[in-house]
């Protein structure tokens, strides 16, 4: 059974591999807005939140993460346009060419346990975790 685990949980133990199929495995927080591609959410039937606010928005979930006051999964439950909020956000494993081209990328270069900066696709603004995967 997969189980992840922040870098902080598994120290030196994580490693920036991939799989052996090439995947990976991420959360992310998803922060809409009107010019997204489908604006409307789990949350929302239609989004009106300009693309400034939803900057805005993302920018201080960031800040809470990196202070340490929550972490991105607990936030994407409540907080998160994606209706992967459910379970903290986890999009499961994923390999190139399955996600958008930017989301991807962000992804990729992360670290296990590392969260990226805003980063922007079609969908929305998003916060990315690279999940530490582990079989025990």
Same mark, same amino acid.
């Given at each position: +059974?997969?189980?992840?685990?922040?870098?902080?949980?598994? =120290?030196?133990?994580?490693? *920036?591999?991939?799989d052996q199929s090439g995947k990976i495995r991420a959360s992310?927080?998803?922060?809409?807005?009107? *010019? @997204?591609?489908?604006?409307?959410?789990?949350?929302?039937?239609?989004?009106?939140?300009?693309?400034?606010?939803? +900057?805005?928005?993302?920018?201080?979930?960031? !800040?809470?993460?990196?202070? =340490?006051?929550?972490?991105? *999964?607990?936030? !994407?439950?409540?907080?998160?346009?994606?209706?992967?909020?459910?379970? +903290? *956000?986890?999009?499961?494993?994923?390999?190139?060419?399955?996600?958008?081209?930017?989301?991807?990328?962000?992804?990729? !270069?992360?670290?296990? =346990?590392?969260? @990226?900066?805003?980063?922007?696709?079609?969908?929305?603004?998003?916060?990315?975790?690279?999940?530490?995967?582990?079989?025990?």
């Amino acid at each position: +059974m997969a189980e992840h685990y922040s870098a902080s949980e598994i =120290g030196d133990n994580a490693n *920036g591999q991939e799989d052996q199929s090439g995947k990976i495995r991420a959360s992310h927080l998803l922060v809409k807005h009107k *010019g @997204s591609r489908r604006p409307s959410s789990w949350r929302e039937a239609e989004i009106t939140r300009t693309k400034e606010e939803a +900057m805005s928005i993302i920018l201080q979930h960031e !800040a809470h993460i990196r202070s =340490g006051t929550t972490s991105l *999964g607990d936030l !994407a439950v409540s907080e998160s346009d994606c209706s992967s909020a459910r379970k +903290m *956000g986890d999009l499961g494993f994923f390999g190139r060419g399955d996600m958008q081209k930017e989301f991807e990328e962000a992804a990729f !270069a992360l670290k296990p =346990g590392e969260v @990226s900066h805003v980063v922007e696709t079609a969908s929305g603004l998003h916060l990315i975790e690279r999940l530490v995967t582990c079989v025990i």
